[in-house]
């Protein structure tokens, strides 16, 4: 399976992609969209919509993992990283890509196996986990391949359903 991680924002959205086979991770590539406040948001949007577009018709992936959004008190903030995820999972349904979202807490669980490790830790065991020299770079890119790992994780247990 060829996860595409992404950690969903305007200015970075950073992007990760992982191969799993049985329990072997490996980090194909990683990295970072950018754009700037000074460019009206629509334009922002398409740029990151292209520059998504890219890195999948380069790698083909067949799963999609992306950071749900969570409540925030700063409401731009929000509203922002939300039309981010719009242009991501559209970028998905173009491809026909299956989308899987999670919380920051079930990401930080399943990669660093405790719901409320910092960021330098979850870091760490990106690093660890897909047998990397030196922790990614920039952080958002970090975070998108610790979404990926996170549904490595989790996938294989998806067709079992909730047990209800």
């Not at 018709?57 to 008190?73: D, G, Q």
């Not at 890509?97 to 920051?104: D, G, L, N, R």
């Not at 409320?116 to 760490?124: I, L």
């Not at 986990?129 to 994780?153: E, F, K, M, Y």
């Amino acid at each position: 399976m060829l996860t595409l991680g992404v950690d969903p924002g305007t200015a970075r959205l950073g992007y990760g992609l992982v191969r799993s086979r049985g329990q072997q991770r490996e980090a194909l590539a990683y990295g970072v969209l950018e754009t700037t406040a000074a460019v009206p948001m629509p334009e922002r949007l398409l740029t990151l919509h292209a520059g998504l577009r890219d890195v999948i018709e380069e790698f083909l992936p067949t799963a999609m993992a992306v950071e749900r959004l969570f409540f925030a008190r700063n409401v731009t903030t929000a509203l922002a990283v939300g039309q981010a995820r719009g242009v991501i999972l559209l970028a998905a349904a173009q491809f026909g890509i299956p989308v899987s979202e999670y919380t920051p807490a079930e990401v930080k669980q399943s990669v660093s196996g405790y719901g409320k490790a910092d960021k330098g830790q979850m870091q760490e065991m990106v690093r660890l986990v897909l047998g990397l020299d030196h922790i990614p770079q920039p952080d958002d890119a970090a975070d998108a391949l610790a979404i990926a790992l996170c549904h490595t994780q989790f996938a294989p247990y998806a067709s079992l359903g909730s047990g209800a």
